[in-house]
């Protein structure tokens, strides 16, 4: 009687840590080839989704999210867009808005919407053995929806990953990506004030949208060094953080950005104490709002973790913790560049 009682506790016990956990999944894991020509690549990922669905995912962001004097800019402007868009993002929404059948100018006001609100929580870390950690939780509204079309996309290039992230089905830019043996990045808001005005201008200018410059980035830099200098200098239509891991020790950084320019650069210093960098959605030398002070939980959370202990278990943890993890929370993400078969994301909902 007392072994089966104990039995009874330990899977009463097991039954409530289970309950306790924060739930995940993981999304579905996709292949593009990036050999395939731009307006054909998504299709085959567009077979896994409800067309009506995404349809009216398009409508709902585009209607709560985007100003109406935008969509009139955009309708004015919609003949002409895509010689505004670099390549091959502008053949890439050219071909999912055909194959979904919404306009072209519905296409980059979506885009918009997903670069106007990411609010989100990066962290970039050292252990004390120089292994460089990256992880990242993606807040957002409409978590109804983008919980049901975020993707994980491996970007395959002559039958090799050329390079992988973790994005919205119907949204071309990265705000989450890695660069195998070369580097991560991830991608936080910055709110620089007038973002629509400011952001469409500097579209009209040929900017690239902040998502975008991650994407291009992570297929063209060579190594952690050259992402850091063209996540930093080249202009983009917003103002953002793009945090950076490399494969060795040192190498990470958190790049405050104008839409010009770098307004700072923030590095690891494991040497001087500081093995990593949190940042959230506001510049590193100031306090963050008392009604959104995710970056205290996460400090704390990793001082009491220690470097020591650091890895893609205690960083997860780390990023579960409320309000690092909060309602809006879309998704989490764990990488190291020097371990690119670990790269994992989860669907993450509070309850």
Not at 23 to 51: G, I, K, M, T, Y
Request: glycine letters at 6%.
């Amino acid at each position: 009687m007392g072994c089966r009682l104990r039995v009874l506790l330990v899977l009463l016990c097991g039954a409530v840590a289970a309950a306790a956990a924060p739930p995940a999944a993981a999304p579905l894991l996709c292949n593009v080839s990036l050999d395939s020509p731009a307006e054909e690549r998504w299709l085959p990922v567009l077979r896994h989704f409800d067309p009506a669905f995404l349809r009216a995912a398009v409508a709902r962001v585009i209607d709560e999210r985007v100003p109406k004097w935008v969509h009139e800019v955009i309708r004015t402007i919609a003949a002409e867009l895509e010689f505004f868009m670099p390549q091959p993002f502008a053949g890439e929404i050219l071909g999912l808005c055909k194959a979904l059948g919404v306009s072209l100018g519905d296409g980059v006001l979506l885009n918009f919407a997903y670069e106007s609100t990411a609010f989100c929580t990066s962290i970039v870390a050292q252990d004390d053995k120089g292994n460089i950690y990256h992880g990242r939780n993606l807040d957002y509204d409409f978590v109804d929806i983008l919980s049901k079309i975020t993707i994980d996309v491996r970007f395959i290039k002559s039958g090799q990953i050329a390079y992988q992230g973790t994005t919205f089905l119907g949204y071309v830019g990265l705000w989450t990506g890695q660069s195998p043996h070369k580097f991560t990045v991830s991608g936080d808001e910055r709110d620089g004030g007038r973002w629509w005005e400011n952001a469409i201008a500097a579209f009209l200018n040929r900017n690239y949208p902040v998502s975008w410059l991650v994407r291009d980035t992570l297929s063209r830099a060579e190594d952690f060094q050259s992402a850091v200098l063209r996540l930093a200098s080249i202009p983009i239509i917003a103002e953002v953080y793009y945090i950076v891991g490399g494969v060795s020790p040192k190498e990470g950084m958190v790049i405050t950005r104008n839409r010009r320019g770098p307004a700072d650069l923030w590095p690891l210093d494991p040497l001087g104490g500081a093995w990593f960098r949190v940042e959230t959605n506001y510049d590193h030398w100031t306090t963050p709002p008392p009604f959104d002070d995710r970056r205290t939980a996460a400090i704390k959370a990793l001082n009491a973790t220690g470097q020591q202990n650091i890895n893609f278990d205690t960083l997860f943890k780390v990023l579960s913790v409320k309000p690092v993890l909060n309602n809006n929370t879309v998704y989490t993400t764990l990488m190291s560049a020097a371990l690119p078969d670990k790269y994992q994301t989860w669907i993450r909902t509070v309850k």
